[in-house]
């Protein structure tokens, strides 16, 4: 790869963005800057501070092929053909070329997200008389050139033609690299004219941004790497969007079939097709294709018959050799993979998106049920897979370095869950979980802390004042969410410290009406409550508090180390069945390495919106 750092005029991209030798491959992505940083941008310009570079890739370039598009504003014909695609500065060059060309009306948004489209004059005595008030000097308008006020019925300034915009001192800056010279001489006031001349105008003819130029050698990974790094107005693009334009440009596709391939579009009938189904509101596009290189890059590792078969990879740089043909194999099978994946986690009881312990996981999930194909629901092949996940949640194997993880769980689980005597896959080999761990898991920003309290709900877990199971409909119904045993208020009253307090072990999922009887108040007062409003008695209750793995019987003493002693153990054996592991108990030994000291604390906040009592 090689690149140039050019200086090029304002005008010359000017004229390069309206006439198409630079474009912008085709993304996909809307114009997305507000009305406030465009006329700070012209400001920019006007008192002439420098402004970032921009980054350019020249075209002809044989391993990149983009789509290209003109730059929002512009009209070409579609023969018309780039010289240079247009990597980072989007916002800016296509504000620039929208504000100070053509008509000069830009489609923008306010700070509220509303749309809007705005032309932007300078006030020529206010920009001259004071370097400092240039900012002041530049206003935004409607596109119509008038500002109004009193719900539109008063006018407070009216630049819609030149007459007026002469007579009020405004110059319109769509014509500051046009036909200023017109505009300029039929001023009444020459000396003004000639002083915005050689103030703004002139300078601004020569104002200079620079650029990064990769020449048309660059291949397709260093372009992926160059738009993972640079922010487009605080936008980074990514893998999705770099396909998006890869898969647009395929000659293949356009010649069975006569149009364009448009990604967006297909991701956006994918998320259609899922839309009856929660959870899978957590899976991204990128994650869609991560599954679709897994299985492709499986494919190729198989048949390969070298010594050394190309790897099986989930890798950013793999997912960006992916191929249109590539991605149109695997895209059903995978689109129903995810909807089975949905159900699978169903019977986990994980039945909405914030609850998904790790939504990353649901990638190599979804992969290995189309490997698997109907084998994945056989009782044997289940119960691995069942394991194989809560290793991964449990371990909390997800959180970083899950590309490798990735093609590893694609490469070992199939065979270990068919035929256990295979290799036992490394993530089980790799879960473990620590007793102290439990103090520690405090909210639902840990994998753990979700996984837990699924596992309590698919144990049989019922609510206190219903009788009902917690089941996928119950959960909606019941307006259900993990609250509390011993309430936060009992708690700091009664000298219980944040550790314990806010602890898994004195957190179980109810509904929200139980939740409110249960009030601030010790567990021996609000118990009674329940029964008399539920109509039940204390043995009914107990056995209701029982499915939550709690010790009825200390919490009507408000014994709350005891309580927690007792619970703590019971979640220990909870995970142990869940992962087939002894959990390692270190806190009667006196280490506790994974208790909430040795968190960072941004890692618990205060979650008494999601929690309270």
């Not at 300034?157 to 009020?168: G, I, N, R, T, V």
């Not at 993972?228 to 693009?237: F, Q, R, T």
């Not at 109509?535 to 309580?563: C, K, M, W, Y």
Request: proline residues 5%.
């Amino acid at each position: 790869m090689g690149f140039l750092t050019p200086m090029y005029e304002l005008g010359e991209y000017l004229k390069w963005t309206r006439s198409g030798e630079i474009q912008l491959p085709d993304f996909q992505r809307g114009y997305k800057w507000e009305d406030e940083r465009i006329r700070q941008l012209l400001v920019t310009v006007l008192r002439g501070h420098p402004m970032g570079a921009v980054m350019l890739l020249k075209t002809g370039n044989s391993q990149v092929r983009f789509k290209p598009r003109a730059i929002e504003g512009v009209d070409l014909t579609p023969s018309t053909e780039a010289k240079y695609l247009l990597l980072d500065g989007q916002q800016r060059l296509t504000s620039l070329t929208q504000a100070l060309s053509g008509s000069g009306v830009v489609a923008t948004k306010d700070s509220r997200g509303r749309l809007l489209d705005r032309r932007y004059f300078v006030h020529m005595e206010t920009g001259l008389s004071d370097p400092n008030r240039v900012d002041e000097a530049v206003i935004s308008v409607p596109a119509d050139g008038v500002v109004r006020s009193n719900f539109g019925k008063d006018v407070v300034l009216d630049l819609s033609d030149q007459d007026k915009q002469h007579e009020h001192g405004y110059f319109p800056l769509n014509l500051l690299y046009g036909d200023y010279m017109s505009w300029i001489l039929e001023l009444h006031n020459p000396a003004l004219g000639k002083n915005f001349h050689d103030k703004f105008i002139k300078q601004s003819a020569t104002y200079d941004i620079p650029a990064i130029v990769l020449d048309e050698d660059t291949d397709k990974a260093a372009v992926a790497t160059v738009f993972e790094k640079v922010n487009i107005g605080g936008l980074p693009l990514n893998v999705f969007e770099l396909l998006t334009a890869v898969f647009a440009g395929d000659a293949d596709y356009y010649a069975k079939t006569g149009e364009d391939f448009r990604l967006n579009d297909d991701w956006r009938e994918t998320q259609l097709k899922w839309s009856s189904y929660p959870v899978l509101a957590a899976v991204e596009n990128t994650d869609f294709l991560q599954a679709v290189t897994m299985l492709t890059t499986r494919q190729r590792h198989l048949a390969d018959i070298s010594d050394r078969p190309p790897a099986i990879s989930a890798k950013r740089e793999d997912v960006l050799k992916l191929t249109l043909s590539d991605y149109l194999q695997w895209r059903e099978p995978l689109r129903e993979a995810f909807i089975w994946a949905s159900t699978f986690l169903a019977d986990r009881h994980i039945f909405a998106p914030r609850d998904v312990p790790y939504p990353k996981q649901l990638v190599p999930l979804a992969a290995i049920k189309v490997v698997l194909g109907k084998q994945a629901d056989l009782i044997s092949v289940s119960e691995r897979l069942v394991r194989w996940y809560w290793c991964g949640v449990l371990g909390e194997l997800y959180g970083s370095a899950i590309e490798s993880r990735f093609a590893r769980d694609i490469e070992m689980v199939p065979p270990w869950a068919t035929d256990g005597s295979a290799p036992v896959p490394r993530t089980v080999q790799d879960a473990s979980f620590t007793e102290s761990r439990l103090h520690s898991l405090r909210t639902r920003n840990a994998a753990a802390y979700k996984g837990i309290a699924a596992l309590i709900l698919a144990g049989g877990a019922r609510d206190w004042m219903e009788d009902k199971a917690l089941d996928k409909v119950q959960y909606v119904d019941l307006a259900v969410d993990i609250h509390h045993i011993f309430p936060q208020k009992w708690c700091d009253t009664n000298g219980i410290d944040a550790e314990h307090r806010e602890s898994i072990v004195n957190k179980t999922t109810i509904s929200a009406r139980t939740n409110r009887t249960i009030g601030g108040v010790a567990p021996s007062s609000y118990l009674p409550v329940i029964e008399t409003r539920a109509q039940i008695d204390s043995t009914h209750l107990d056995g209701l508090v029982a499915t939550h793995l709690i010790p009825a019987e200390l919490l009507r003493q408000d014994h709350f180390e005891n309580f927690f002693l007792t619970r703590r153990e019971s979640l220990c054996k909870l995970v142990e069945n869940a992962i087939v592991k002894a959990v390692q108990r270190d806190i009667d030994l006196g280490f506790a390495e994974e208790d909430s000291a040795q968190f960072e604390p941004d890692e618990f906040p205060n979650d008494a919106g999601m929690e309270n009592d």
